[in-house]
């Protein structure tokens, strides 16, 4: 199937930490979506890029939507230990299905 | 409000048997989609539903199938299960088509083929 090349594919890292992670992709898209997903849990949405070039905040995560729409980036500040879990960026072109990233799997030790 | 509710949670079927798995959405979303996450695979898309229609479709075989109700219910049926089929099977509803930015996910079907 088809899938977002996502990087890293983990990252152990320690409380207080910066963490970034991105996506590319060979195809453009209109909108680049981020989720954070909890063991047993589906996946939350962190936050939505809807043009290219924008840079959108929420809280201690901030996202881009690249200038060629094929990419895009999150960072996550200053990290505490309820950051773990597993990152996914998506996207998607109008009404089409979300096209998924690999995912990064966040460790934060104290 | 309540959540979008997967059921059941967690499943254990032979290989060759035939599955069927639920998905109610958010009151008031009436488009509800399917992935199958897998280690190997990540998320994968399955089918959308809108308006008791499926609008659109993932690579996935013909055992693979689903229906939405009139109540925006949706159930997907996999036929003559493989042991390939074991994976989290998520649904994700929102009020209208393309509306990505308010889909919310259930805590999706853990099902195991053995």
């Known amino acids: 199937g088809q899938q977002l090349n996502q990087s890293p594919q983990s990252m152990f890292i320690q409380e207080g930490e910066d963490v970034s992670m991105n996506c590319t992709s060979s195809?453009?898209?209109?909108?680049w979506l981020w989720y954070k997903q909890d063991p047993g849990e589906g996946p939350v949405l962190l936050i939505a890029?809807?043009?290219?070039?924008e840079l959108t905040s929420n809280g201690r995560l901030t996202a881009q939507f690249g200038i060629t729409r094929k990419d895009s980036f999150l960072n996550i500040s200053a990290s505490i230990p309820s950051d773990v879990g597993i990152y996914f960026c998506?996207?998607?072109?109008?009404?089409?299905?979300?096209?998924f990233g690999t995912g990064t799997r966040l460790q934060v030790f104290p | 409000k309540a959540g979008v509710t997967q059921t059941p949670r967690y499943l254990i079927k032979t290989r060759g048997q035939q599955v069927t798995l639920s998905c109610s959405p958010i009151s008031g979303h009436r488009s509800v989609s399917w992935y199958q996450q897998t280690p190997g695979q990540g998320l994968q898309f399955l089918f959308e539903y809108f308006s008791e229609t499926q609008r659109n479709k993932g690579n996935f075989p013909g055992r693979f199938s689903g229906r939405q109700f009139s109540n925006s219910r949706s159930e997907m049926n996999v036929s003559t299960l493989e042991l390939g089929d074991s994976a989290l099977y998520l649904c994700?509803?929102?009020?209208?088509?393309?509306?990505?930015?308010?889909?919310?996910f259930g805590q999706g079907t853990r099902l195991t083929v053995v």
């Open positions: 195809s453009i898209f209109n909108t």
């Open positions: 998506a996207g998607q072109l109008e009404t089409d299905k979300l096209i």
């Open positions: 994700a509803s929102s009020r209208d088509r393309g509306m990505s930015t308010e889909a919310f």
């Open positions: 890029l809807y043009k290219a070039g």
